[in-house]
């Protein structure tokens, strides 16, 4: 067993000295942040991630192409089906069609265990003890989720402008950048819902299941029209329509305000949740 050795006095003094939880705050934020995206290349997390919305950004525009070729070449039983030719706003449909519901379950499985499983593996403890504040692992976990998450967001965007733009040409339509807006600020809210379960729910799974719970109660709650308006979920929900005009930019404000809303008091629960939490 080793000894455990006393500070003399001048080494203690130079502890002291040296200590600045001020300081030690801000390295420590950016120190954390950095080891969280480097653990993300090394356990691949970060490399499938984006590989899936790589993915997403392709197969959107092609699926939306070869669509009413895969349709008329299926049996119907002799009927003839006559479809019109597929435009930059099918490609779009089927990019947000993607990303809400594939794209949102990978960011579920990739982000569910991020909390969760540090407090299994009691990893978190050795950190702690360094100094670290908890306030701090929250935050810098936080950010570095939300960083990959813009990556692997802002890369499928491009990638799919970019094959849209090739196989169907240039064509403008409304309400693009906002739809967009939308399903990114939704993505950052799903991000705190996550952080705010796990500090909640025990066990590996615990906050990826209470998520997914808070998840589907959310999409129930979009039947009433009362509620809609209020409901983070509608950002995920309206994007086609507000690209073909069905639906006016000035109704989804109200919704965004009230998820950013919602994303700040889910992360400040999460750190005063943590700091209570036994570990």
């Known amino acids: ?12 003094t130079k502890a002291d000295e040296s200590y600045n939880p001020g300081v030690l705050g801000i390295r420590g934020y950016f120190a954390f942040t950095k080891k969280e995206l480097l653990e993300q290349i090394r356990t691949y997390k970060l490399l499938i991630f984006l ?77 702690l003890a360094k100094g670290l504040s908890r ?29 849209t733009l090739y196989l169907f040409g240039e064509e ?8 967009l807006f939308c399903l990114w600020l939704f993505g950052i809210f799903l991000i705190s819902l996550i952080f705010l379960s796990s ?20 999409l129930m709650g979009n039947i009433s029209d009362k509620v809609e308006k209020y409901n983070p979920v509608t950002l995920v929900s309206v994007n ?18 009230i998820t950013a809303v919602l994303t700040i008091v889910a992360l400040l629960l999460s750190v005063l949740l943590f700091k209570k939490k036994r570990m």
């Open 51 to 127: 590989a899936a919305f790589l993915v997403f950004g392709l197969m959107s525009p092609l699926l939306a192409k070869l669509m009413p070729d895969i349709l008329s070449s299926m049996d119907m039983g002799g009927i003839q089906l006559e479809l019109p030719n597929p435009t930059v706003m099918d490609a779009y449909a089927q990019f947000f069609k993607n990303l809400t519901q594939m794209g949102i379950l990978v960011l579920l499985l990739v982000f569910g265990g991020s909390l969760s499983g540090e407090f299994i593996k009691g990893t978190l403890l050795q950190i």
């Open 172 to 179: 403008h339509l409304p309400n693009l950048f906002l739809s």
């Open 135 to 163: 306030t701090t692992v929250i935050l810098a976990k936080f950010t570095a989720a939300v960083l990959i998450w813009t990556g692997g967001f802002l890369l499928s965007v491009v990638i799919n402008y970019i094959y």
């Open 199 to 218: 500090t909640i729910a025990p066990g590996a799974f615990g906050g990826l299941i209470l998520s997914v719970i808070a998840l589907a109660a959310m």
């Open 1 to 12: 067993m080793n000894e455990i050795k006393a500070l003399s006095k001048n080494e203690a």
């Open 240 to 257: 086609t329509a507000l690209l073909n005009g069905t639906r006016n930019a000035e109704t989804v404000y109200l919704t965004i305000i």
